[in-house]
């Protein structure tokens, strides 16, 4: 159809064909809402939602990231450990050992494949995550407004953007105000673009001069707005022209990669010098296909072949984990940081607390304190005087003029809706929690914007007020402001914000009977004192001030300098409104506060509102700021645990250091307040998390150790400089993610200590065994290439595995954090490894010598190394025994691990929370094991072993040696060694 009307057109380029779409620019919205068969006001249907999404796909550029197959695969040989292996492999196959080398390949392959198969499924994860974690969008659909992922809008959806915001699409624009659009990425054109709804003639008008049109990936800088979207995903104008732009990933390996880096390397010089070992032991003589393939077994056992794979599949596991507790990691180093954060900056509104504003309390000069009743979004709610024997309830017949003031000022200088639900008698809020919260306290009056700015015919008898200027919040001046028009044609200004921000820019107050003109220090004597009662009760205050302005004719935002209209403004009262805390908030602080982590509130709240939060949720003392007093200030001079930013800010770098301890509460704090407690509190050494929502707090999330950004309202440039997102922006996500992440790096830790220490106990009695000689003068194996192999990649991986899966420890969040010095070859892991690797070691090695000598003859054979005769029988058997006791132990060995302090194999620790996957693989390593050891010709010929049979004995005697030893040691750790 559109081809047809000539609004589409097809250009042959290159022999591609290129879609251009209508010329949007050109049209009447309502022509734009019929070509793409949608509503101006409700959006698309659910049904229509669905189709679209099947007819056009998702929102996303192709081939943006993705998963390269091929890469991967490759990548899995490019590594120091599997260097060893097909060196290995190599020498078997030129020394003719087809069977050995055939194994060693089989196995390289098994490994690579594990590897592969984890990494992928652990990078598709991570790419669904990814997405996830994208940019979202609020778009209204049947009528409600919605955040969903940018990746799910469809052509004809309704979005509603404000500043911060990321356009998700090409889009026409529905209506603006003061929306200012950074175009740079897409037309070179450094200052933002306003944006307005007007029709723009002529169809060739370059991208830059469309200001009704909106394109993807541009930023808004100012303002907010509605506009219907026209084209997604490579339709776009960014999609025609910058696909690279919008590809990329964080290729930069994470401290814990670099830290296995280092331990290839330290085990590749330990591989070497092992082989030199063997070769001195021959005195660099002699040295034969036995030797050659002796020294090379001998560096297969220092090489932990599926540690890599280990770490990646725990790494998966641990960020889906996350995912379900909804916080989305977007960097890897992020879930690697989490486990020694030891302070946590939190925002409070919405995360500490619900952030469902309720307007509960206000004051009127001269008219004293009222209530207002009701809760959430309802309309329905009375206001009534709190002063004794006046039950007056006030109407919009009955209020004064002062108060009528205030009511229209929370009514127009608003950016919010309440809008009736479609199904049900509920309403929703569209919006600012906060202007919700007055949106709905004038709708309780019977004088919502929607009842003030009605302009149809049928309703004549109502008020028409219009809004002809909006000027935005602005952080850095903390107020908004309107021009409107009454219904009699004149002009009046309505202001609101912090007190302090509103109180410079009045000059008096409107009582009771008129206007009374006031000083600053007459204003403040007036106004601070009921401020400090409204925010003693954990409320957030906002001032509303007025000013009749002398206009004519058309305004428009350019006809007035903002600072201009913001003066000379008449004070009208306070609104207190509250946020109560999320009921989980409390324990997750509590929580924090067990694990050795301090939490600090930095809040744009006054400094009495963030206290009583505070101390509610148990940031502070129940009993801190409650002394006799009028002046919390004075309070608060007297301890460093809560400061104004103006005073945080005041102070030097050195005069913050010598505070005993930073304040756990900062209240009006700007974005450059943030960024001053991150820099103190890497002065100290400590970890932070930082979490943030809007633009500014960009800077913020960056510095800090781990940025946290919130998913619901936080906006995409906040998510783009953020490691963590928080789905639900709860506090308490924050915690169970510091949780997660001391549990992953905890099991990459038990399992490191499990995997090197096989490797230790298996050159143990290879470099040991050298002693043992046979008749030729060669050394023997006690531990043939296949074996060791088995054991590192077939039996020891699957526990490994099941310990990167270990439940949370009971003490997880009892523990301080650790510190960042102590990596993952801390010098406790390292002092376990060598204890356990070489106690095993030396157990099994003792079996292999009471086999040949106790049992045997001592009889060693001759060229037992490579092949079965009658004169390797012992040899064989004591192979034989010593793979089994091997086998045994490193299974056993997983239990141990799960806990390197405390015991392994009291009754407390057998019935406490198990870890299912942990005796899956030990039944799986028995199977496996008995498989090896009496299958035929796979025993003598492949693992170069015989069958035994009154070694179990000795094998189970074993066991009980090493749990023994196993018990001691870490009885010694908590008793006399505590500092290892």
Same mark, same amino acid.
């Given at each position: 159809?559109?081809?047809?009307?000539?609004f589409v057109k097809r250009r042959q380029k290159d022999k591609i064909v290129r879609v251009e779409g209508p010329?949007?620019?050109?049209?009447?919205?309502?022509?734009?809402?019929?070509?793409?068969?949608?509503?101006?006001?409700?959006?698309?249907?659910?049904?229509?939602?669905?189709?679209?999404?099947?007819?056009?796909?998702?929102?996303?550029?192709?081939?943006?990231?993705?998963?390269?197959?091929?890469?991967?695969?490759?990548?899995?040989?490019?590594?120091?450990?599997?260097?060893?292996?097909?060196?290995?492999?190599?020498?078997?196959?030129?020394?003719?050992?087809?069977?050995?080398?055939?194994?060693?390949?089989?196995?390289?392959?098994?490994?690579?494949?594990?590897?592969?198969?984890?990494?992928?499924?652990?990078?598709?994860?991570?790419?669904?995550?990814?997405?996830?974690?994208?940019?979202?969008?609020?778009?209204?659909?049947?009528?409600?407004?919605?955040?969903?992922?940018?990746?799910?809008?469809?052509?004809?959806?309704?979005?509603?953007?404000?500043?911060?915001?990321?356009?998700? /699409?090409?889009?026409?624009?529905?209506?603006?105000?003061?929306?200012?659009?950074?175009?740079?990425?897409?037309?070179?054109?450094?200052?933002?673009?306003?944006?307005?709804?007007?029709?723009?003639?002529?169809?060739?008008?370059?991208?830059?001069?469309?200001?009704?049109?909106?394109?993807?990936?541009?930023?808004?800088?100012?303002?907010?707005?509605?506009?219907?979207?026209?084209?997604?995903?490579?339709?776009?104008?960014?999609?025609?022209?910058?696909?690279?732009?919008?590809?990329?990933?964080?290729?930069s390996r994470t401290p814990l990669q670099r830290s296995l880096d280092r331990m290839a390397v330290v085990l590749?010089?330990?591989?070497?010098?092992?082989?030199?070992?063997?070769?001195?032991?021959?005195?660099?003589?002699?040295?034969?296909?036995?030797?050659?393939?002796?020294?090379?077994?001998?560096?297969?056992?220092?090489?932990?072949?599926?540690?890599?794979?280990?770490?990646?599949?725990?790494?998966?596991?641990?960020?889906?984990?996350? /995912?379900?507790?909804?916080?989305?990691?977007?960097?890897?180093?992020?879930?690697?940081?989490?486990?020694?954060?030891?302070?946590?900056?939190?925002?409070?509104?919405?995360?500490?607390?619900?952030?469902?504003?309720?307007?509960?309390?206000?004051?009127?000069?001269?008219?004293?304190?009222?209530?207002?009743?009701?809760?959430?979004?309802?309309?329905?709610?009375?206001?009534?005087?709190?002063?004794?024997?006046?039950?007056?309830?006030?109407?919009?017949?009955?209020?004064?003029?002062?108060?009528?003031?205030?009511?229209?000022?929370?009514?127009?200088?608003?950016?919010?809706?309440?809008?009736?639900?479609?199904?049900?008698?509920?309403?929703?809020?569209?919006?600012?929690?906060?202007?919700?919260?007055?949106?709905? *306290?004038?709708?309780?009056?019977?004088?919502?914007?929607?009842?003030?700015?009605?302009?149809?015919?049928?309703?004549?008898?109502?008020?028409?007020?219009?809004?002809?200027?909006?000027?935005?919040?602005?952080?850095?001046?903390?107020?908004?402001?309107?021009?409107?028009?009454?219904?009699?044609?004149?002009?009046?200004?309505?202001?609101?914000?912090?007190?302090?921000?509103?109180?410079?820019?009045?000059?008096?107050?409107?009582?009771?009977?008129?206007?009374?003109?006031?000083?600053?220090?007459?204003?403040?004597?007036?106004?601070?004192?009921?401020?400090?009662?409204?925010?003693?009760?954990?409320?957030?205050?906002?001032?509303?001030?007025?000013?009749q302005l002398k206009t004519d004719g058309l305004i428009s935002y350019d006809t007035f300098k903002r600072e201009?209209?913001?003066?000379?403004?008449?004070?009208?009262?306070?609104?207190?409104? *509250?946020?109560?805390?999320?009921?989980?908030?409390?324990?997750?602080?509590?929580?924090?506060?067990?694990?050795?982590?301090?939490?600090?509130?930095?809040?744009?709240?006054?400094?009495?509102?963030?206290?009583?939060?505070?101390?509610?949720?148990?940031?502070?003392?129940?009993?801190?700021?409650?002394?006799?007093?009028?002046?919390?200030?004075?309070?608060?001079?007297?301890? +460093?645990?809560?400061?104004?930013?103006?005073?945080?800010?005041?102070?030097?770098?050195?005069?913050?250091? /010598?505070?005993?301890?930073?304040?756990?509460?900062?209240?009006?704090?700007?974005?450059?307040?943030?960024?001053?407690?991150?820099?103190?509190?890497?002065?100290?050494?400590?970890?932070?998390?930082?979490?943030?929502?809007?633009?500014?707090?960009?800077?913020?999330?960056?510095?800090?150790?781990?940025?946290?950004?919130?998913?619901?309202?936080?906006?995409?440039?906040?998510?783009?400089?953020?490691?963590?997102?928080?789905?639900?922006?709860?506090?308490?996500?924050?915690?169970?993610?510091?949780?997660?992440?001391?549990?992953?790096?905890?099991?990459?830790?038990?399992?490191?200590?499990?995997?090197?220490?096989?490797?230790?106990?298996?050159?143990?009695?290879?470099?040991?065994?050298?002693?043992?000689?046979?008749?030729?003068?060669?050394?023997?194996?006690?531990?043939?290439?296949?074996?060791?192999?088995?054991?590192?990649?077939?039996?020891?991986?699957?526990?490994?595995?099941?310990?990167?899966?270990?439940?949370?420890?009971?003490?997880?969040?009892?523990?301080?954090?650790?510190?960042?010095?102590?990596?993952?070859?801390?010098?406790?892991?390292?002092?376990?490894?060598?204890? *356990?690797?070489?106690?095993?070691?030396?157990?099994?090695?003792?079996?292999?010598?009471?086999?040949?000598?106790? %049992?045997?003859?001592?009889?060693?054979?001759?060229?037992?190394?490579?092949?079965?005769?009658?004169?390797?029988?012992?040899?064989?058997?004591?192979?034989?025994?010593?793979?089994?006791?091997?086998?045994?132990?490193?299974?056993?060995?997983?239990?141990?691990?799960?806990?390197?302090?405390?015991?392994? %194999? +009291?009754?407390?620790?057998?019935?406490?929370?198990?870890?299912?996957?942990?005796?899956?693989?030990?039944?799986?390593?028995?199977?496996?094991?008995?498989? /090896?050891?009496?299958?035929?010709?796979?025993?003598?010929?492949?693992?170069?072993?015989?069958?035994?049979?009154?070694?179990?004995?000795?094998?189970?005697?074993?066991?009980?040696?090493?749990?023994?030893?196993?018990?001691?040691?870490?009885?010694?750790?908590?008793? %006399?060694?505590?500092?290892?």
């Amino acid at each position: 159809m559109m081809e047809k009307m000539k609004f589409v057109k097809r250009r042959q380029k290159d022999k591609i064909v290129r879609v251009e779409g209508p010329p949007y620019h050109t049209m009447t919205l309502d022509t734009v809402a019929q070509l793409m068969k949608s509503d101006l006001e409700d959006g698309l249907s659910d049904d229509e939602i669905i189709s679209r999404q099947k007819e056009y796909g998702y929102n996303e550029m192709e081939g943006e990231g993705g998963v390269n197959p091929i890469k991967l695969l490759i990548k899995q040989f490019i590594n120091i450990l599997v260097l060893i292996l097909l060196i290995a492999m190599v020498v078997s196959f030129v020394f003719k050992d087809y069977v050995e080398g055939g194994v060693i390949c089989a196995i390289m392959f098994l490994n690579a494949g594990v590897g592969f198969a984890q990494e992928y499924k652990a990078e598709k994860t991570m790419e669904s995550l990814r997405q996830m974690a994208s940019p979202t969008v609020n778009v209204i659909r049947q009528g409600q407004q919605k955040t969903i992922a940018t990746r799910d809008l469809v052509p004809g959806d309704v979005i509603v953007m404000k500043s911060g915001d990321v356009i998700g /699409a090409d889009c026409r624009v529905i209506e603006s105000f003061n929306m200012d659009i950074d175009e740079a990425l897409l037309t070179g054109e450094s200052v933002p673009v306003n944006k307005q709804p007007q029709v723009i003639e002529g169809e060739l008008v370059p991208l830059g001069d469309r200001i009704n049109m909106c394109y993807s990936s541009t930023t808004l800088t100012k303002g907010r707005g509605r506009a219907i979207v026209t084209a997604i995903g490579m339709d776009t104008e960014i999609g025609k022209i910058a696909k690279r732009l919008l590809e990329g990933s964080d290729s930069s390996r994470t401290p814990l990669q670099r830290s296995l880096d280092r331990m290839a390397v330290v085990l590749l010089v330990v591989a070497v010098l092992s082989i030199i070992i063997v070769f001195g032991a021959n005195k660099f003589s002699g040295i034969d296909d036995q030797v050659i393939l002796y020294a090379i077994s001998t560096a297969i056992a220092v090489i932990p072949e599926g540690l890599i794979a280990v770490v990646t599949l725990t790494q998966a596991f641990g960020v889906h984990s996350m /995912a379900q507790a909804n916080a989305l990691v977007r960097r890897m180093a992020a879930l690697e940081m989490l486990g020694a954060v030891t302070n946590v900056c939190s925002d409070k509104t919405g995360t500490l607390t619900q952030s469902k504003m309720v307007l509960t309390r206000l004051w009127r000069p001269e008219e004293g304190f009222y209530r207002v009743s009701g809760l959430g979004f309802s309309i329905d709610g009375q206001v009534t005087p709190e002063q004794e024997g006046n039950t007056n309830v006030v109407t919009s017949e009955n209020m004064s003029t002062g108060f009528r003031q205030m009511v229209l000022n929370a009514a127009l200088c608003n950016m919010s809706e309440v809008r009736k639900d479609k199904e049900g008698d509920g309403y929703h809020g569209i919006g600012d929690p906060t202007e919700i919260a007055l949106q709905v *306290y004038a709708h309780k009056l019977q004088m919502g914007k929607p009842q003030l700015t009605n302009n149809k015919v049928e309703d004549n008898n109502k008020e028409n007020w219009k809004v002809l200027v909006e000027y935005p919040f602005d952080s850095t001046i903390k107020r908004m402001s309107v021009i409107c028009e009454t219904p009699q044609g004149n002009r009046v200004a309505y202001l609101k914000g912090a007190t302090e921000r509103v109180l410079e820019s009045c000059v008096g107050v409107q009582m009771s009977h008129g206007v009374e003109s006031m000083n600053q220090d007459q204003l403040e004597a007036l106004i601070l004192p009921q401020v400090e009662e409204l925010a003693r009760g954990g409320l957030r205050v906002l001032s509303l001030a007025t000013r009749q302005l002398k206009t004519d004719g058309l305004i428009s935002y350019d006809t007035f300098k903002r600072e201009d209209i913001e003066q000379d403004m008449i004070f009208c009262g306070l609104v207190g409104i *509250y946020d109560p805390p999320r009921v989980e908030s409390k324990g997750a602080v509590e929580k924090c506060h067990l694990a050795g982590i301090t939490v600090h509130m930095l809040t744009g709240d006054h400094v009495a509102t963030a206290t009583a939060i505070a101390r509610e949720v148990g940031i502070l003392p129940e009993d801190y700021g409650l002394e006799q007093t009028t002046k919390p200030e004075m309070v608060v001079g007297r301890s +460093s645990l809560v400061m104004p930013a103006t005073e945080f800010d005041r102070l030097s770098e050195e005069q913050v250091d /010598a505070l005993p301890e930073l304040p756990l509460v900062v209240a009006r704090c700007s974005p450059d307040t943030k960024v001053k407690m991150i820099e103190a509190l890497h002065r100290r050494k400590r970890i932070s998390g930082m979490t943030g929502d809007g633009v500014n707090d960009s800077p913020s999330l960056k510095e800090s150790d781990i940025g946290i950004a919130m998913g619901q309202n936080g906006s995409d440039v906040a998510k783009q400089a953020a490691d963590i997102v928080l789905v639900d922006d709860n506090f308490a996500t924050i915690v169970s993610a510091v949780e997660e992440g001391r549990r992953v790096f905890a099991n990459i830790s038990r399992f490191c200590v499990h995997m090197v220490s096989v490797n230790v106990a298996e050159v143990t009695p290879l470099l040991l065994g050298l002693i043992f000689l046979d008749n030729t003068g060669r050394s023997v194996f006690p531990l043939s290439p296949i074996q060791i192999l088995f054991n590192n990649v077939v039996t020891s991986s699957p526990p490994a595995m099941a310990l990167g899966l270990e439940p949370v420890h009971p003490q997880q969040m009892l523990v301080p954090p650790r510190s960042t010095s102590e990596g993952l070859f801390s010098r406790s892991n390292v002092v376990d490894i060598l204890y *356990y690797g070489v106690m095993m070691g030396l157990i099994c090695l003792a079996n292999f010598a009471i086999v040949i000598f106790g %049992w045997g003859d001592g009889n060693l054979g001759s060229n037992c190394n490579l092949h079965y005769d009658s004169s390797c029988f012992l040899v064989y058997r004591a192979r034989g025994a010593l793979f089994a006791t091997m086998t045994v132990l490193l299974l056993l060995h997983g239990y141990t691990c799960r806990d390197l302090k405390h015991p392994a %194999w +009291s009754w407390k620790a057998l019935t406490t929370k198990q870890n299912y996957y942990l005796h899956g693989s030990t039944i799986f390593g028995f199977s496996i094991m008995f498989v /090896a050891l009496y299958v035929p010709v796979l025993n003598t010929e492949v693992f170069r072993h015989a069958p035994i049979d009154w070694e179990w004995g000795m094998v189970a005697a074993s066991t009980l040696v090493y749990i023994a030893f196993a018990e001691g040691w870490k009885w010694l750790r908590r008793t %006399w060694l505590t500092r290892i």
